[in-house]
């Protein structure tokens, strides 16, 4: 814990990722966050009384298949996440430098805006997923129904979409459930979701390496932005600062931790830099 500790898929992954990020103009604005997205046509914030039957689509079927391979049946709503965002933002002083979508506006065609590569910073607080059978199929999912309980055209990020943005952000963070993992590919390294955005541009990225809780990553996320937005503190002595804070029992205000239990490691250091540490 007195290191600041950052990964990397490959060496040969930095030197291109290091090419690539040289020269590069460093995005204007400072904040976006998508959180706390729609899954299911029972969730509450449906005001319908008769929800409409979901239909099957390419992306459902490979949101459903990923679930079936890594022994999932559904996917539980994320209220926490919309309560991280919403204090990450408040960070933020001036509107004109955040952008937010939370609830059915955390959609795949926000996720996929051309108006993100203007932002430094972008927090995804949603399900990640890691098929560890088909690794293409892995991806983070978004707001599944619209506000009429409809069916969303798209509402998986899959991983091919994710090589194919363009997000020139100094930090992209998934706040999700193993977000780190990926397809071990001899002379490549780890293939998967952080690779995916590091390729789309992102200079580093945080991700977990197992299932995360919900309010106790609310907690751990509010501290690291805190050191990142306040403190001016690089990505990764952020990151070590807000994991000693949990470690010690404190959270990003400095009082006691709602729950003691999170002070154990399962709760906090799951979530790893990766990227350009520089």
Not at 50 to 57: L, Q, R
Not at 159 to 174: G, H, K, R, S
Not at 231 to 240: E, I, V, Y
Request: hydrophobic residues 40%.
């Amino acid at each position: 814990m007195n290191h600041e500790i950052v990964n990397l898929p490959s060496i040969s992954s930095l030197a291109t990722h290091r090419k690539k990020l040289k020269g590069r103009k460093i995005a204007p604005k400072t904040l976006a966050v998508l959180a706390n997205p729609v899954f299911t046509v029972d969730d509450l914030r449906l005001k319908n009384d008769k929800p409409s039957i979901v239909e099957n689509n390419l992306d459902r079927s490979a949101l459903e298949t990923s679930l079936r391979n890594i022994n999932r049946d559904k996917l539980d709503p994320l209220p926490g996440t919309k309560d991280e965002g919403e204090a990450i933002l408040s960070l933020v002083n001036s509107p004109g430098e955040k952008l937010s979508a939370f609830d059915f506006d955390a959609n795949y065609n926000f996720a996929t805006s051309k108006q993100l590569s203007q932002y430094r910073l972008l927090l995804f607080a949603t399900h990640g997923i890691f098929d560890p059978v088909n690794p293409a199929l892995s991806g983070i999912v978004l707001s599944l129904v619209d506000k009429q309980g409809k069916p969303q055209t798209r509402g998986f990020l899959r991983l091919n979409d994710i090589f194919n943005l363009d997000l020139p952000a100094e930090l992209i963070v998934l706040s999700a459930c193993e977000s780190g993992l990926g397809d071990d590919v001899q002379g490549e390294g780890l293939v998967g979701l952080t690779r995916g955005f590091m390729y789309a541009g992102a200079a580093r990225v945080t991700v977990s390496l197992w299932n995360v809780n919900d309010q106790s990553t609310k907690e751990l996320m509010i501290a690291f932005y805190k050191q990142i937005l306040e403190q001016r503190k690089s990505p990764a002595a952020a990151l070590n600062v807000a994991q000693r804070q949990m470690w010690q029992g404190k959270d990003f205000q400095g009082k006691d931790l709602k729950n003691p239990a999170w002070k154990h490691p399962r709760y906090w250091a799951a979530f790893t830099l990766q990227g350009e540490w520089r």
